[in-house]
């Protein structure tokens, strides 16, 4: 097992996924999983591309800073190993292309902590906006909404541990981190929103021994 901290920077803006509107999350996540036991919880900052045309997004805050939650870094991990297993025989992707199933081992292999993972805006940054048009063809044509979203400059920092339970996929995770540069965090990741850089990644080496582990783990 391996443990990494990981620190990245922003190379552009990034954008707010969670809906200002706790009711639009209500009624979203009601009619997508209407049994789930974490519902309060995501109605408060589930991240909803799908109603983004019914009102603005922005970040989930704790003591007036923003922040993201674990699930989007991992959310990008499986984003990332889909694009790279496009990129058969490169070396890039060398490692991410001999996992097979790279969704499993990331639910399954690959957590980060801690849950909310805070951002740090350069000194005297605010939280701006971003407003951009959504077009789609529906049977009645095209449709056109005005998306408008919360953004956190370039130059904000982020900092979190990727545990890996088994070496074997600690290359391809950083494969998926360095794919960063080319698609981001956030939404409008294919207009170059929430690209980054990582600035600093250092393996955690825990002090306690494996017997130890294994007797916490079997406690739960």
Not at 11 to 40: C, Q, V, W, Y
Request: aromatic share 8%; hydrophobic share 40%; net charge neutral.
């Amino acid at each position: 097992m391996k443990k990494l901290q990981v620190t990245i920077e922003l190379i552009e803006e990034m954008l707010g996924t969670a809906n200002s509107d706790p009711k639009i999350h209500e009624e979203f996540i009601a009619s997508k999983a209407p049994d789930a036991a974490s519902r309060e919880e995501e109605v408060e900052a589930l991240g909803v591309e799908a109603v983004v045309e019914k009102g603005k997004t922005i970040f989930p805050k704790e003591d007036g800073k923003p922040f993201v939650y674990s699930y989007q870094i991992r959310g990008f991990f499986k984003a990332a190993a889909g694009f790279l297993q496009r990129c058969k025989g490169e070396k890039f992707a060398v490692h991410t292309n001999k996992i097979k199933a790279y969704k499993k081992v990331i639910d399954g292999c690959i957590f980060v902590e801690p849950r909310k993972i805070m951002i740090e805006m350069p000194e005297g940054a605010e939280i701006g906006d971003c407003q951009r048009p959504l077009r789609a063809q529906t049977a009645q044509g095209e449709r056109v909404a005005l998306a408008n979203s919360e953004t956190v400059p370039a130059g904000s920092r982020m900092t979190f541990v990727v545990e890996i339970e088994s070496d074997q996929y600690a290359d391809a995770v950083l494969e998926w981190l360095a794919f960063g540069c080319k698609n981001g965090l956030g939404q409008w990741r294919n207009a170059g929103k929430g690209r980054y850089k990582v600035i600093d990644i250092k393996e955690i080496k825990d002090a306690e021994s494996e017997v130890d582990r294994i007797k916490k783990m079997l406690k739960g």
